[in-house]
């Protein structure tokens, strides 16, 4: 997808692209809604061509980069840090300035690919960690409540726990979150 308010510069970059094997599935303007035909396109690569892109266009970018997260590459003459910073923020994977040159264009995209890949394996990794995490605070969470009002040792309230496990074929980070939402019905209180 193509995105440039300047007809004849949109025409370079398209051209550049077909000559090193893209195929430009559409050409718009930044000030059509972009999510939208985003959305419907489906594009594995978005292009964006301004000469300074404006907080609306770098909106959007961090709704594409939430709702349909892809590769994204912008070219700009702008050569503010601070609008670089808040692009890459947003979900640009390569901020490109004064560098349209149709010689250099497949090189910059496989870029923005590569780390684009790089970013969401990292960002999978991390939602991984969290979810680990969490479980393993519900666990602990579990733990101590049934040692608390059970009067059960460490080791007794993990095998009870593991034993409910297996006997409900349920995952055990499940079963401690029935335990503690039952432990604080029983308590009345939210340790």
Do not use: W
Request: hydrophobic fraction near 45%.
């Amino acid at each position: 997808m193509l995105v440039d308010d300047e007809p004849a510069r949109a025409a370079l970059l398209e051209r550049a692209l077909t000559d090193t094997g893209f195929r430009v599935l559409g050409r718009i303007d930044p000030e059509e809604d972009l999510v939208a035909v985003v959305s419907r396109v489906q594009p594995d690569v978005t292009i964006v061509a301004l000469d300074s892109p404006s907080r609306d266009t770098l909106e959007d970018m961090a709704s594409l980069s939430r709702d349909n997260p892809h590769p994204i590459v912008m070219f700009t003459a702008e050569n503010d840090v601070e609008t670089m910073r808040a692009a890459m923020r947003n979900g640009v994977s390569a901020y490109i300035v004064d560098g349209l040159e149709p010689g250099r264009v497949r090189s910059i995209v496989d870029v923005a690919v590569a780390r684009f890949r790089e970013f969401q394996a990292l960002r999978e990794e991390l939602d991984i960690a969290r979810c680990e995490l969490e479980d393993r605070r519900v666990l602990e969470r579990a733990k101590r409540l049934l040692m608390a009002h059970r009067d059960m040792t460490e080791k007794q309230a993990y095998e009870a726990l593991r034993k409910m496990s297996m006997d409900r074929s349920q995952r055990i980070v499940d079963v401690a979150r029935n335990v503690i939402e039952i432990m604080q019905l029983v308590s009345g209180n939210d340790d």
